[in-house]
T-cell receptor, first 111, second 110 residues
């Protein structure tokens, strides 16, 4: 059974640009959650989607958005990138919000 | 919101030693998971344990939900156990939002 797949694995952008990250969950999983991990703030919850609906959202500015498609694949978008957005972005899937299974992450660097 | 604390924050062990990691949470939870993040950043699911005790090889975990804590036991540690251990909870009041603790950084030296 394939695991959670995140693309791309690495990304370099400059300030002001926007970025879209993709997450394909494990087959049969309808919940997809996104997290940002930085050395200073640890693992912070961004949002969770279930059956194409955002059920909960963390304390991030509106520049961070996401969506989920009918096949449960999810994308997150960050607009007007700032240096502080440099982080490892992790996606997790589950039949419900837990137990979660994580992808390998997308490492985003902002120059 | 719910607070999740983990102790100790850092731990250095000699290979073969045993250790206990603790996770305290400030409110009732629906679920709790333990993860290991390896040096390459991969988060590996260790246990899904909202209550009770589970064992998997050298690792075991116990959650006492009524007292709001969970313990992760590592026996006969190996260098491959190095990394950061996180507990993550889904609060009863916000079950669709998983909150991670700050982690315990473990280094196992040969």
């Amino acid at each position: 059974k394939a695991g959670v797949t995140q693309t791309p694995r690495y990304l370099i952008k400059t300030r002001g640009q926007q970025v879209t990250l993709s997450c394909s969950p494990i087959s049969g999983h309808r919940s997809v959650s996104w997290y940002q991990q930085t050395p200073g703030q640890g693992l912070q919850f961004l949002f969770e989607y279930f059956s194409e609906t955002q059920r909960n959202k963390g304390n991030f500015p509106g520049r961070f958005s996401g969506r989920q498609f009918s096949n449960s694949r999810s994308e997150m978008n960050v607009s007007t990138l700032e240096l502080g957005d440099s982080a490892l972005y992790l996606c997790a899937s589950g039949r419900d919000v837990q137990p979660q299974h994580f992808g390998d992450g997308t490492r985003l660097s902002i120059l | 919101g719910i607070q999740v604390e983990q102790s100790p924050p850092d731990l250095i062990l000699q290979e073969g030693a045993n250790s206990t990691l603790r996770c305290n949470f400030s409110d009732s939870v629906n679920n709790l998971q333990w993860f290991h993040q390896n040096p390459w950043g991969q988060l590996i699911n260790l246990f899904y344990i909202p209550s009770g005790t589970k064992q998997n090889g050298r690792l075991s975990a116990t959650t006492v939900a009524t007292e709001r804590y969970s313990l992760l036991y590592i026996s006969s540690s190996q260098t491959t156990d190095s990394g950061v251990y996180f507990c993550a909870v889904a609060p009863k009041t916000s079950y669709d939002k998983v909150i991670f603790g700050p982690g315990t950084s473990l280094s196992v030296i040969p």
